[in-house]
Antibody, heavy 117, light 107 residues
């Protein structure tokens, strides 16, 4: 069974940093594109970033303006999202997801990031 | 950036009825279009990929169609558990984009 479990969320002050992790199992992690998607409270889904299996390609939403960095450790079957210079607009549930035939499936359960003073 | 516009925003139907949800792209996405279901407090679940292929474990009452710029998700006979929010998503080109969602509610 494919499983993805996010961790590392919580409350952070504006201007702070946070690193999210996504532990995976049940599939050949190193072969798969992976991504992060977020959802602000009461809002729709917003794509954040994608990374190729061998880390040779990374893409980001323009709105992040270089503040976020996606990475992975194929030896640990884990995906990461380093988030810097956080603002209140970054408050959201963050999901990691496996790329599957140019879609995302499955998704992790999500982790809440709250940016507030 | 490819903009996906879903309609209607809200759809009110009764169990047993047929639901038709639309997703229109601002430019062609070929068949790189996925559909997701999201229930309150849960992560999105992949229903359809490649515009028309059901994901593993998805009931046959869910079907997808379309190519290019116009896509449809059809639920042939609504079950109580189908009332949720549905999103389309394109992965033809970056940035990846989602539609704003259609809320399917019980009438």
């Amino acid at each position: 069974e494919v499983q993805l479990v996010e961790s590392g969320g919580g409350l952070v002050q504006p201007g702070g940093s946070l690193r999210l992790s996504c532990a995976t199992s049940g599939f050949t992690f190193r072969s798969q594109w992976m991504g992060w998607v977020r959802q602000a409270p009461g809002k729709g889904l917003e794509w954040v970033a994608d990374i190729k299996g061998d880390e040779s390609e990374k893409t980001y939403a323009d709105s992040l303006k270089g503040r976020f960095t996606i990475s992975r450790d194929n030896a640990k079957n884990s995906l990461y999202l380093q988030m810097n210079s956080l603002t209140v607009d970054d408050t959201a549930v963050y999901y990691c997801a496996r790329e599957y035939f140019r879609a995302y499936g499955p998704w992790g359960q999500g982790i809440l990031v709250t940016v507030s003073s | 950036e490819i903009v996906l516009t879903q309609s209607p925003a809200t759809l009110s139907l009764s169990p047993g009825q047929r639901a038709t949800l639309s997703c229109r792209a601002s430019q062609s996405v070929g068949t790189y279009l996925g559909w997701y279901q999201q229930k309150p407090g849960q992560a999105p679940r992949l229903l359809i990929y490649g515009a028309s292929t059901r994901a593993t474990g998805i009931p046959a009452r869910f079907s997808g169609s379309g190519s290019g710029t116009d896509f449809t998700l059809t639920i042939s006979s609504l079950e109580p558990e189908d009332f949720a929010v549905y999103y389309c998503q394109q992965r033809n080109s970056w940035p990846i984009t989602f539609g704003q969602g259609t809320r399917l509610e019980i009438k």
